[in-house]
């Protein structure tokens, strides 16, 4: 099983738009993100907060991710909600996922999952950052890759 744990892309300010909506450059950053995994993921669910920037994250991963599947608002995943209480909606899913939230929350759950306490600090997201765990029996979950945009934009700057 493995879980694609997003922080949604860079949203406007509360002053310019109290809903949080993305920005452009937000937009450009996930639209960036979903090009370059399309083909390389796929997944079973597509999930985010509810919040209008998580919302919109998910929309644009899934187009690339899970073609024709619904996109679910659910409850649990706000910035400040318990980690602790989530989990054990991950253990009974079962399937690979994609998770759009937000800090400190998905930062947390990371480091709930893979060190077994929260406060241990693992991963440093920014807006439109993506985190692959993945659970093995035996292995518990554990870090397989991270994408922060910076090595995106880098990749079109410096091609291999």
Same mark, same amino acid.
């Given at each position: 099983?493995? %879980?694609?744990?997003? =922080?949604? *892309?860079?949203? $406007?300010?509360?002053?310019? @738009?109290?809903?949080?909506? $993305?920005? @452009?450059? *937000? #937009?450009?950053?996930?639209?960036? /993100?979903?090009?370059?995994?399309?083909? &390389?993921? !796929?997944?079973?669910?597509?999930?985010?907060?509810?919040?209008? &920037?998580?919302?919109?994250?998910?929309? +644009? %991963?899934?187009?690339? +991710?899970?073609?024709?599947?619904?996109?679910?608002?659910?409850?649990?995943?706000?910035?400040?909600?318990?980690?602790?209480?989530?989990? !054990? &909606?991950?253990?009974?899913?079962?399937?690979?996922?994609?998770?759009?939230?937000? %800090?400190?929350?998905?930062?947390?759950?990371?480091? &709930?999952?893979?060190?077994?306490?929260?406060?241990?600090?693992?991963?440093?997201? !920014?807006?439109?950052?993506?985190?692959?765990?993945?659970?093995?029996?035996?292995?518990?979950? =554990?870090? !397989?890759?991270?994408? #922060?945009?910076?090595? /995106?934009?880098?990749?079109?700057?410096?091609?291999?």
């Amino acid at each position: 099983m493995r %879980l694609y744990l997003v =922080q949604h *892309g860079e949203a $406007l300010a509360k002053d310019v @738009d109290p809903e949080r909506a $993305l920005s @452009d450059n *937000g #937009r450009a950053v996930v639209a960036e /993100l979903a090009a370059f995994l399309r083909g &390389r993921v !796929q997944v079973s669910a597509v999930v985010h907060s509810g919040k209008a &920037r998580a919302r919109q994250t998910a929309d +644009l %991963l899934a187009v690339a +991710l899970a073609p024709g599947m619904p996109v679910e608002a659910i409850s649990g995943i706000n910035p400040n909600d318990a980690v602790e209480s989530f989990m !054990q &909606r991950i253990a009974e899913s079962g399937k690979d996922t994609l998770m759009v939230g937000h %800090l400190p929350f998905m930062a947390k759950l990371v480091a &709930r999952l893979v060190t077994g306490s929260e406060a241990n600090t693992v991963v440093a997201y !920014q807006p439109g950052s993506m985190v692959c765990l993945e659970f093995e029996n035996g292995r518990g979950w =554990q870090i !397989q890759w991270m994408i #922060r945009p910076e090595l /995106l934009s880098a990749e079109e700057n410096h091609p291999g």
